[in-house]
């Protein structure tokens, strides 16, 4: 790993853990081996080492989750909806990175504009507009009955929010957690799909 990377990786622990004014470059500098000049050849500061954490974390979310230009392919039945939706639970409860950027958010969401952005799109309403746009095609494919898909979105989305952040603050409820969201998830496809 690059000392750039670990820079990175070093801020964002730190930064979840004692939030962005309780965090020092000479923190972050100690916990990558080096002095705190030397962080200045990566970064130009703090506010800068933010910046790079905020659109990687961005990126990989993009990625792996998705978002409204990136919903991936629209799926084909109940099973692959679960599949797709419980897969993408899973990776924004396990990932390091997205869990860490997740605590750092909601403790920073209250000071910093662009956080308080972030944190609303990736909390709810990127993820709203997103399931809205899935549940639009299965909608169109025959899957769904036909209603509002924004407002099923939400129905859809705003419990599990909830449950994320519960296994957030609370750990070692997570597998009951992720079972209710199963749960959840199969009760919404009861209601609203169409092959019962």
Same mark, same amino acid.
């Given at each position: 790993?690059?000392? /750039?990377?670990?820079?990175? #990786? ?32 990566? +970064?130009?500061? *703090? ?17 792996? +989750?998705?978002? #409204? ?30 869990? /860490?950027? &997740? /605590? ?5 969401? +209250? !000071?910093?504009? !662009?956080?308080? #952005?972030?944190?609303? !799109? ?6 709203? *507009? ?13 899957? +769904? ?23 957030? !603050? ?12 199963? *749960?959840?998830? &199969? ?8 092959? *019962?």
């Amino acid at each position: 790993m690059s000392t /750039k990377d670990r820079i990175l #990786e070093e801020a964002l622990t730190l930064f979840a853990e004692n939030g962005y004014d309780g965090t020092g470059v000479e923190q972050i500098a100690e916990k990558v081996g080096i002095k705190a000049p030397s962080l200045y050849k990566h +970064f130009k500061g *703090k506010e800068d080492i933010m910046t790079a954490l905020i659109d990687s974390a961005e990126e990989r979310y993009e990625e792996s +989750f998705g978002s #409204e230009q990136h919903i991936g392919e629209i799926p084909e039945n109940r099973e692959d909806f679960l599949r797709s939706t419980m897969g993408r639970i899973a990776f924004t409860m396990h990932d390091p990175m997205i869990r /860490k950027i &997740r /605590k750092f958010l909601v403790q920073e969401q +209250f !000071r910093n504009e !662009r956080l308080a #952005e972030i944190s609303t !799109r990736h909390q709810l309403v990127g993820i709203q *507009k997103m399931y809205e746009k899935i549940i639009e095609g299965m909608m169109k494919n025959g899957l +769904f009955i036909h209603d509002d898909p924004a407002l099923l979105s939400i129905e859809l989305v705003s419990p599990v929010v909830l449950w994320v952040s519960k296994a957030d !603050r609370q750990p070692q409820y997570e597998q009951e957690i992720m079972d209710s969201i199963e *749960k959840h998830i &199969r009760h919404f496809c009861d209601v609203y799909m169409k092959d *019962k």
